[in-house]
């Protein structure tokens, strides 16, 4: 299984100039790299940018009509999007998105044939009381409720504890490790070993160049979803170099 490198520019850079300067040297320095990288920038700019596997970090559930702000997964898929972020902690905590919506959305987007990274992930306090495990699998069951055997294809899982976005406070190898099985066992549950096999379960919250590799290769980790650090174009280039 290829690695998936995925960057969320979040509501970064400033600039349409700015973001295709920031994508073009991107472009350029994962050239020969083994990995899947995929990009992830603010909806305005997704059409400026050509040449690199593009994804949304987020859509709507409804095909079209009147719901003013929002963007919907054909549109995306009519701009060749290849991926969308759903789920993101952001999300969740910013704009009140509930497992119940991240499905809708999850089934709409899949129904359009684009790839998803399904973002779960507990808090700290979650942690503290020792939920996470209970946590991680609600958010799975309900998220992949109506996904089929089939459609799991397409689906990323990506592990992001909540206390370690933006914070600097990476996770620790070992915990990552315990995680990415707990998932694991959680989709072959739902679905059979086969399919948990082959699901890409990402780490992502605080990634930098100097820890992302130990997550390839020592935590079981399928990829990595990098935040801050995709704003570098040299951090994000050593970072995929980092998971070969
Ligand atoms: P971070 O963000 O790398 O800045 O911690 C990760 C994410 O939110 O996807």
Not at 48 to 64: R, T, V
Not at 140 to 154: A, C, D, H, Q, Y
Not at 204 to 214: A, E, I, P
Request: hydrophobic residues 35%.
């Amino acid at each position: 299984m290829k690695p998936l490198i995925a960057g969320n520019w979040k509501m970064n850079p400033n600039s349409a100039k700015e973001a295709k300067e920031l994508f073009d040297e991107i472009k350029k320095g994962i050239k020969t790299a083994k990995s899947e990288v995929v990009v992830c920038p603010p909806f305005v700019y997704l059409s400026q940018l050509n040449g690199l596997s593009l994804g949304a970090q987020n859509d709507f559930y409804e095909e079209k009509g009147a719901y003013t702000g929002e963007i919907s997964a054909s549109m995306l898929k009519d701009l060749d999007i290849d991926y969308v972020i759903l789920g993101h902690s952001e999300r969740r905590k910013y704009f009140n998105e509930t497992d119940e919506q991240i499905n809708k959305k999850i089934k709409k987007s899949l129904g359009q044939g684009l790839k998803i990274i399904f973002c779960i992930g507990e808090t700290a306090e979650e942690r503290d009381a020792q939920k996470k495990s209970e946590v991680l699998e609600k958010q799975i069951k309900e998220g992949l409720k109506g996904v089929t055997r089939e459609e799991m294809k397409s689906i990323n899982i990506a592990y992001e504890p909540v206390w370690a976005i933006g914070t600097g406070n990476n996770c620790s190898v070992d915990e990552t490790m315990s995680s990415v099985l707990f998932i694991r066992k959680t989709i072959s549950d739902l679905y059979n070993r086969e399919i948990a096999d082959n699901t890409r379960i990402l780490y992502g919250g605080s990634v930098k160049k100097d820890n992302s590799g130990s997550y390839i290769k020592d935590a079981g980790a399928n990829g990595l979803l990098v935040g801050g650090a995709s704003l570098n174009a040299d951090d994000f280039v050593e970072i995929v170099k980092s998971a070969e």
